[in-house]
């Protein structure tokens, strides 16, 4: 466990990992199978499950993308987290 990050923080980050890791494989199993419907719905779903996750976590930790940055603020949170090598995600 990381020292300076929570609990909560490190299960949101694993439970977006996970998700990702299934999009990333429906996508390689989409290049050999691209008119199967039923897979791509199972990869829109993942995809959108992994966007709410990162705009969940990004709400309460900072964005882990620039794709998810908030951009309406007058401050660039992506400079005020901690970088990965500071302890950051």
Avoid at 26 to 39: G, I, V
Avoid at 63 to 72: E, G, K, M, Q, T
């Amino acid at each position: 466990m990381n020292p300076k990050m929570s609990t909560e923080q490190e299960n949101m980050l694993h439970n977006i990992g996970v998700v990702d890791f299934v999009a990333v494989e429906m996508t390689l199993y989409l290049d050999t199978h691209p008119t199967d419907r039923e897979a791509m719905e199972y990869f829109n779903h993942y995809m959108r499950l992994k966007n709410q996750m990162m705009r969940d976590y990004s709400n309460k930790f900072g964005p882990l993308s620039l794709s998810v940055a908030d951009n309406s603020s007058k401050e660039w949170k992506w400079a005020l987290q901690p970088m990965p090598w500071e302890g950051g995600c």
